[in-house]
């Protein structure tokens, strides 16, 4: 009798833990959608200093005299979207989850500019320049940032780093604020320590889902 | 007499079945217009175009057009889930689970956003007083494949939305003239920055699915917009969501209008000689190519009904032109070869001159 009791149990624990893992996957495939994907278009946190990443038409006034990029603490402006892609000759797969570690570009929506930065001293801080450089997407080697986090894919609640491909800063803030025109922004800059000023979070943003493939007719 | 009234028993039976059948539930393959064994993808295609035509905005005339409506997104909520459609092939209407059916409306606006932009699209002129939030263009990058035979993109848009906070706050700033008395016949003009009241806003993030379909024959910069799905603007109403579709290159496939260009590199015997060949399509249909003639470098081949379909009527398609070159051997020819191939094309030296480049 006990024996049979004992076997019960076992059938019973292993549909429950049969269940558990089903139920984990399903859970699983819900927020599967919290990846960054190729192709989708995001505002970036920066954690510490809670502000934006943003770009606009206004040129430094020293250094490279490119376009500026600041951090700005309103949630709700156009010039915070930054888009997804690949390489320079190398786009990647729309849809498709960024790696941590992946190497990608940050094109400014509304100017076309990618995010860029080169040894030119930034005008608060005295770190390096960071600038909006290029146009209609295309600028040069020096677009390209590679984004660090723990894990395999990028998570949109992840807290990531993005260091540049090139000269090996790390995308900061240190909270250094601009004067008029743009009263109230913070100075983006690279640095080369990586510290509690370099991360930054996925927020607002139109997130892109993997497609199905189109539709074949192979003949046999 | 028995046997008669046995049959008139079965024949109400039998009617009996039929009514209870139709009045069980909605034949939701026939509302869509789709066969039982269609994908998801001909079921989506299906409801975005009777979803345009069904709209009860577009038939202000017909009394059931709400009803109809109505049970086009019944039918589309079934069919388009997995779970759902399997029990209703299963059980019909009636074994369908009494789950959450979420509103047609979101249905619908998730695909198309707003009702207002679809039909007329007018009141947006009307709004010159009301602030608007700033527009979002997104570069949606489209292969020549989804060109060819649709497909459809679904995005997560997260968004700050304006929600009701306790207190109040100050809105339409505006400079106002005030005109202050000194003294007798003496007055002063300043400036003041004059707010009215408003409740108070705060800003929560929100997220929702939209979908975008990538329409067969859709060409570059075509826009899919969703209204209302932009910025917010904190005093006024939303700025939109624009997708703005992006042809990518193709390796194989170059597209003119509707038509497709590619070209064939074809070995020096096979251009004397003939050969047959298939080309893969883009959908993976092969194209099948059968030369009995001489090609030269240079011909063309067209293949009509093998381009892209037209947006407009993606009936007609428009041609497939394929230019054949010809590969020369790499390797100079040894000397009994040479006296091979004078022997085989019996051609005496021709060796003409002439200007070329002036059509001589």
Known sequence: MRLKRVFHEQIFMTLFLLLVCVSLQCQCRESEFNYVTCGSLVKLLNIKHNVRLHSHDVKYGSGSGQQSVTGVEVPDDANSYWRIRGKPNAPCQRGVAIKCGQSIRLTHMNTGRNLHTHHFVSPLSGNQEVSAFGENGEGDDLDVWAVQCSGIHWERDDDVRFKHVGTDVFLSITGEQYGHPIKGQREVHGMSSANYNNYWRTMEGVFIKPSAEPLRHDEL | ?360
């Open chain 2, 1 to 360: 007499m028995a046997s008669r009234r046995l049959s008139l028993n079965s024949a109400c039976c039998l009617l009996l079945y039929f009514v209870a059948a139709v009045l069980a539930g909605r034949d939701f393959y026939k509302i869509l217009g789709v066969s039982k064994s269609a994908s998801i993808k001909d079921i989506k295609k299906a409801y975005r175009k009777l979803a345009l035509q069904l709209h009860p905005d577009r038939n202000p005339d017909d009394p059931q057009a709400q009803d109809k409506f109505q049970d086009l997104g019944a039918a589309y909520e079934v069919l388009s889930d997995e779970e759902k459609r399997k029990q209703y092939d299963a059980y019909g209407e009636e074994g369908l689970k009494e789950g959450h059916h979420s509103s047609h409306g979101d249905i619908f606006s998730s695909f198309f956003g707003d009702f207002g932009f679809m039909f007329g699209g007018n009141p947006r002129q009307q709004d010159r007083n009301i602030p608007r939030g700033n527009d979002i263009v997104l570069d949606l990058e489209v292969t020549l494949e989804e060109v060819y035979s649709g497909n459809f993109v679904e995005v997560v848009r997260n968004k700050p939305v304006a929600k009701e906070a306790p207190g109040k706050r100050k809105c339409n700033c505006r400079q106002e003239m005030r005109t202050t008395q000194l003294g007798p016949g003496r007055f002063q003009m300043t400036q003041e920055v004059v707010c009215d009241e408003c409740p108070n806003v705060k800003l929560v993030n929100e997220e929702r699915t939209l979908e975008v379909e990538i329409e067969q024959g859709v060409r570059d910069d075509m826009e899919y917009p969703f209204i209302g799905e932009g910025e917010p603007h904190i005093d006024g109403e939303p700025g939109d969501l624009r997708f703005r579709i992006k042809v990518m290159k193709h390796p194989v496939f170059e597209r003119r209008g509707d038509d497709l260009y590619t070209n064939v590199t074809i070995s020096l015997a096979e251009a004397l000689v003939g050969f047959e060949m298939d080309i893969t399509h883009l959908d993976g249909h092969k194209v099948h190519i059968l030369r009995d003639k001489i090609t030269k470098p240079g011909a063309k081949l067209w293949k009509k009904g093998e381009g892209l379909p037209n947006f407009d009527n993606n009936n007609i398609r428009g041609s497939l032109i394929v230019t054949f070159d010809v590969d020369f051997p790499r390797e100079q020819l040894t000397e009994q070869q040479r006296e091979g191939i004078k022997q085989l094309l019996k051609q005496k030296p021709l060796q003409k001159v002439y200007n070329g480049l002036q059509g001589y």
